[in-house]
């Protein structure tokens, strides 16, 4: 049974930094098919953060310059940093992995249960 557990949210204000850190069981992280979303209330899912097929990685434009996606074998872990962040950047965030791609969108089928992010003015 695969299951990803993400930690490392909580509450900051404007400008500080967050790691997110999901890790997996029942799966093992490769060089692709990893990504993070968020969904902020009111809000549809947006994918925040992945790895392409390639290898390579690719950024939501609000996030690009500030957020950094990366993953660590030894530990079977994907992260996420987050620096200079917003309150707009306020959201559940979720891990996701597995599933393909397709016309240049990522269909994860593994998911975690999320954890909150909240950053005040």
């Known amino acids: 049974q695969v299951q990803l557990v993400e930690s490392g949210g909580g509450s900051v204000q404007s400008g500080g930094s967050l790691r997110l850190s999901c890790a997996a069981s029942?799966?093992?992280?490769?060089?692709?098919?990893m990504a993070w979303f968020r969904q902020a209330p009111g809000k549809e899912r947006e994918g925040v953060a992945k790895f392409e097929r390639s290898g390579s990685t690719t950024y939501a434009n609000s996030v690009k310059g500030r957020f950094t996606i990366s993953q660590e074998s030894a530990k079977n872990t994907l992260y996420l940093q987050m620096n200079s962040l917003k309150p707009e950047d306020t959201a559940m965030y979720y891990c996701?992995?597995?599933?393909?791609?397709?016309?240049?969108?990522?269909?994860?089928?593994?998911w975690g249960q999320g954890t909150q992010v909240t950053v005040s003015a």
């Open positions: 029942g799966y093992t992280f490769g060089s692709a098919y």
């Open positions: 996701a992995a597995g599933g393909y791609y397709s016309g240049g969108l990522y269909s994860p089928l593994y």
